[in-house]
C-alpha cells in the first residue's frame, strides 16, 4: 500500500478527487487575491503618504489652497488625495460663494461641516473599494474545512462499504480500509490546509485596511482644522488696524 501523496490521489474516489481539486482551486483563487490585495494597500499607503507630504506646507498657508486643490491631480491613485482634493476644491468654491460673508465665522464653520460630511463620504468609498476581495477571503476560510469534511465523509463511507464487501477485499478488519480511511482523511487536512493559509491572509489584510482607514480620518480631521483656522488668518492686502495706546498727562 503506498502511503504517499501521490500513491493516496491515484487510489482516491471520483468524489474525493473532486474535493481536492475544489480545495485547490479555492487556494490559487485565495492566493491571486491575496497578492492584488498586497499590492494595492502597498501602492495606496505610499502614495497617500507622498501626497500628504506634498499637502502640508500648502494648507499651512491660505493663499497657496489653490495649489493644495490642484495636488490631487498628480496623486489620483492615492486613496488620501481623492478624499482631501476634492474637498479642499468645494472649500474654496463655498468660500466664492459666501462673498462677504465669508469673514462670518458662523458661515465658515457651516461650510467647513458640510465640506467634512463630503470627506465621510468619500472615505467610505476608498474604505469600501479596499475592501473588495477580502469577503472572498472569509468565505474561503470559513468554508475550506467543511469542504475537505465533505470529502472525508464519502471517503470513509467507501471505505466501510469495502469492507462490507468480501469480493472487494472485506472482512480483513482495519487493515482492508486503512487505505481508504487515510485517502478520506487526506481531504479534511487539505482543506484545513487551505482554511489556516486564507485566515492569515484575511487577518493579514483588514490590519492595513484599518490602518489606511485611520490615515484617512487623521487627514481629513486634521484639514478641517488646518481650513477653520486659513479662513482666521488676514488675507494678504487686507488692512490692518492698529491700536495706538495713548498716555494721559
Known amino acids: 500500500m503506498d502511503f504517499t501523496l501521490v500513491g ?13 481539486v475544489i480545495l485547490l482551486a479555492m487556494s490559487v483563487y485565495a492566493i491571486g487575491i491575496a497578492l492584488e490585495r498586497f499590492l494595492t494597500y502597498r501602492r495606496s499607503r505610499e502614495r497617500s503618504l507622498r501626497y500628504i507630504a506634498a499637502l502640508q506646507p500648502l494648507v499651512s498657508s491660505p493663499e497657496r489652497l489653490r495649489q493644495a486643490a490642484e495636488l490631487h491631480k498628480t496623486f489620483n491613485d492615492a486613496p488620501a488625495a481623492r478624499v482631501i482634493g476634492p474637498a479642499i476644491t468645494e472649500f474654496l468654491d463655498g468660500l466664492d ?9 458662523i458661515d465658515v464653520e457651516l461650510l467647513v461641516h458640510e465640506v467634512t460630511r463630503s470627506m465621510d463620504r468619500a472615505k467610505k468609498r476608498e474604505v469600501s473599494s479596499l475592501q473588495r ?3 472572498v477571503l472569509a468565505t474561503i ?12 465523509v464519502f471517503g470513509i463511507i467507501t471505505a466501510f462499504q469495502q469492507m462490507a464487501d468480501p469480493s472487494k477485499g472485506g472482512g480483513g478488519g482495519l487493515a482492508s480500509v486503512s487505505a481508504g480511511i487515510a485517502e478520506a ?21 483588514v ?3 484599518e490602518q489606511l482607514g485611520t490615515l484617512l480620518d487623521d487627514t481629513a480631521g486634521e484639514l478641517a482644522d488646518r481650513l477653520v483656522k486659513s479662513t482666521r488668518a488676514p488675507r494678504p492686502g487686507a488692512p490692518v488696524r492698529r491700536v495706538e495706546a495713548t498716555v494721559t498727562p
Request: proline content about 7%; charged content about 10%; cysteine-free.
Open 8 to 20: 493516496l490521489w491515484h487510489q482516491m474516489g471520483p468524489v474525493a478527487k473532486a474535493v481536492v
Open 97 to 105: 460663494s459666501l462673498g462677504e460673508r465669508r469673514s462670518d465665522p
Open 133 to 135: 476581495g477580502l469577503p
Open 141 to 152: 476560510s470559513s468554508s475550506a474545512p467543511f469542504v475537505g469534511l465533505f470529502g472525508t
Open 185 to 205: 482523511l487526506l481531504t479534511t487536512a487539505v482543506g484545513l490546509g487551505v482554511a489556516i493559509a486564507v485566515v492569515w491572509f484575511y487577518n493579514f489584510f
Open 207 to 209: 490590519t492595513k485596511q
